[in-house]
């Protein structure tokens, strides 16, 4: 009896772990490619930024949101500068990737 609830949960494991292996491939095949990314980022009037896979001033935080992309309309303009002491105060647009 014992040895059977055994089997029971290891098929209910296996099964589990199938299924967050289906759905983490699955999604990683929805994500869209660094290329069509970069290409509907500079259609939303934005400027793509490989490096960094982020998408500079585009047009809409809706396109961003539905791209899968985090909008933030306030990053640092030297965000990227780790060796900055000194930066201006403004506010970049950014969708990040």
């Known amino acids: 009896m014992l040895q059977k609830k055994y089997k029971t949960w290891a098929v209910i494991v ?9 759905l983490f491939m699955t ?18 009037q934005g400027k ?3 490096e960094f896979s982020e998408c500079e001033y585009p ?20 965000r990227h500068d780790k060796e ?5 105060l403004q506010c970049v647009v950014v969708c990040q990737f």
């Open 14 to 22: 296996a099964l589990l772990i199938a299924l967050g292996v289906y």
């Open 27 to 44: 999604r990683q095949a929805m994500a869209p490619s660094d290329g069509a990314i970069s290409e509907e980022c500079t259609a939303h």
């Open 48 to 50: 793509w930024i490989a």
């Open 59 to 78: 047009d809409s935080q809706e396109w961003c949101e539905q791209a899968g992309g985090k909008f933030n309309e306030c990053e640092s303009a030297c």
């Open 84 to 88: 900055a002491t000194i930066c201006t």
